[in-house]
């Protein structure tokens, strides 16, 4: 049963960073691309990043290009997002997930976290 | 980017009832379209990718088709645990993009 944690979540002010993390068990970590999905109060969906399974290719969305970073341990089952220069745009809950295809992903998400709450405010 | 365009932004329904939820895209994403279900509070659940393939362990009254630039969710027949938030994801290509959701109460 594959499962997938995230942690890291909290109350930032805008323009400092914060670190997610997002543990996973239960399968093959190495083997997947792996997505980062986010959903500000009361509004839908917003895709965000994805990392190869080997950490060799990655894409972002538009909004959050150049400021948050997808990243992975590979040996230690975790999945991360930097996001740096946080804005009250950012107030969200963050999702990861996990892609059902290898390499850099086919853009299907099989398995999900619970999610983690970033609010950014002074 | 591509941007997706959902309909209607929500709807209401009765148990039994044949609910259909159509997602167009700015350009043509030949079959990529993946449906997904969200209920209050909790996570995303997958239902359909490739525009009609269902997820392991989704029930068949759920389908979807289209192929190009418009594709459908189908329920065939409402279920009390249907009532729920369903979006669209282009997975053609990068930046990956969700429709705006559409909610069934």
């Known amino acids: 049963q594959e499962q997938l944690v995230e942690s890291g979540g909290g109350v930032v002010q805008p323009g400092r960073p914060l670190r997610l993390s997002c543990a996973v068990s239960?399968?093959?970590?190495?083997?997947?691309?792996m997505h980062w999905v986010r959903q500000a109060p009361g509004k839908g969906l917003e895709w965000l990043a994805v990392?190869?399974?080997?950490?060799?290719?990655?894409y972002y969305a538009d909004s959050v290009k150049g400021r948050f970073t997808i990243s992975r341990d590979n040996s230690k089952n975790t999945l991360d997002l930097q996001m740096n220069s946080l804005r009250a745009e950012d107030t969200a809950v963050y999702y990861c997930?996990?892609?059902?295809?290898?390499?850099?992903?086919?853009?299907?998400?099989?398995?999900w976290g619970q999610g983690t709450r970033v609010t950014v405010s002074s | 980017d591509i941007q997706m365009t959902q309909s209607p932004s929500s709807l209401s329904a009765s148990v039994g009832d044949r609910v259909t939820i159509t997602c167009r895209a700015s350009?043509?994403?030949?079959?990529?379209l993946g449906w997904y279900q969200q209920k209050p509070g909790k996570a995303p659940k997958g239902l359909i990718y490739?525009?009609?393939s269902l997820q392991s362990g989704v029930p068949s009254r759920f389908s979807g088709s289209g192929s190009g630039t418009e594709f459908t969710l189908t329920i065939s027949s409402l279920q009390p645990e249907d009532f729920a938030t369903y979006y669209c994801?282009?997975?053609?290509?990068?930046?990956?993009?969700f429709g705006g959701g559409t909610k069934v109460e």
């Open positions: 997930g996990r892609d059902q295809g290898v390499g850099s992903g086919v853009g299907v998400l099989d398995s």
């Open positions: 239960g399968f093959s970590f190495s083997s997947y691309a």
């Open positions: 990392i190869a399974y080997d950490g060799s290719e990655d």
């Open positions: 350009q043509g994403i030949r079959n990529a």
């Open positions: 490739a525009a009609s």
């Open positions: 994801l282009q997975h053609d290509d990068y930046p990956l993009t």
